[in-house]
């Protein structure tokens, strides 16, 4: 008897209909014989809802409160999901993160997972029932209090599960049909993907590719469990995430994998930074004092007259007050003249593990952009990976440009986008 875990988004639990849905294909799995685990998110948009909420009583939610309030929207679907599939007539368990064993570092909000131990997940799969699981919690194990894995983080409950009760597949199940060259919102040529490395997949979900959330695929990676993106709305097979392609999976590799965009970020620069060892650092350092991920980094040449510079940095928008409030009161010390603060910008990242063997890829990158008018703000490349920043309006265009210029353009079906609000 194999076990699989099966993790269901937001999108595909939006309401009751989609709750009896997705229970109908839990069953299946177990009626195949298998022993079913699944991680579930919220209902549709409620973690977004909640998030509103907590920002009328409070202008800059955080901590502890926050997470318990975030947390309260899985617990909603997991014990909806188990009465549907006790409905059907099967027995159904649900558990919180923490009685799942899922336990974390203690910062909340973006808790790391540190280990898995699925006794009770065990214990109720033995005695034949359905574990359902809510995604993208779990507890602290210094404070005890209760956390959450970021914004989309039942993926990562999902990985982290399957590889500590060493499943034979992780299924993600979403509202596309997997992981496509782009985002089938944008680009209705978008081509889905039958294989991808989990090194590709890596770059394109931290470069906004939010079908799979980047920590997700590093812990799959890891642990070297295959993950099967696909749709809940059909019975089509979908993307397969993994070191090595497996049986029929198309095994050529391509030199591009597609294009990944993010308008979720924002971009500070500092402006007047005098021109000498150690102002760079002492930014960063304030900057990493408050606990805030950077992205991109450019400083741009000092002009000669004044010997005073730019430096101009991405972070998520979420992080954007917390970051200027660092910045302000670290200014005595850095010695700038002003902060800009800017978010309305977005990000496009052309991605493949064929650019380090292929000349002429960033040259065609460009030139895509520029015959679309496309004007970039910033720079940023890795082996396999190039990102430019953009005004966020030129996204969707420029987006469709490189995919294009690239050959990605499906010369069949369009993709089709099954539910969820795109949020
Ligand atoms: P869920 O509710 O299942 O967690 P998400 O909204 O987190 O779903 O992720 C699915 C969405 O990811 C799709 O609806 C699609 O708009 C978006 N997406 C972005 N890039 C891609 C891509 N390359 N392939 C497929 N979907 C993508
Ligand atoms: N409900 C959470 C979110 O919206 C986690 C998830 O869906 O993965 O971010
Ligand atoms: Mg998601």
Known sequence: MGLVVQKYGGSSVADAEGIKRVAKRIVEAKKNGNQVVVVVSAMGDTTDELIELAEQVSPMPAGREFDMLLTAGERISMALLAMAIKNLGHEAQSFTGSQ???ITDSVHNKARIIDVTPGRIRTALDEGNIAIVAGFQGVSQDSKD????GRGGSDTTAVALAAALDAEVCEIYTDVDGVFTADPRVVKKARKID?????DMLELAASGSKVLLH???EYARRYNIPIHVRSSFSGLQGTWVSNEPQGDQNVEQAIIS??????SEAKVTVVGVPDKPGEA?????AIADAEINIDMVVQNVSAAATGLTDISFTLPKTEGRKAI???EKAKSVIGFESLRYDDQIGKISLVGAGMKTNPGVTAAFFEALSDAQVNIELISTSEIRISVVTRADDVPEAVRAVHTAFGLDSDSDEAVVYGGTGR
């Open 281 to 285: 650092a002492s930014i960063f350092r």
């Open 195 to 199: 294989w991808i490395s989990f090194e």
């Open 100 to 102: 799942a064993g899922v």
């Open 215 to 217: 920590r997700c695929v």
């Open 146 to 149: 209760i956390t959450t894995l």
């Open 325 to 327: 409030d660092a910045l």
């Open 258 to 263: 597609g294009v990944a965009h993010d308008t």
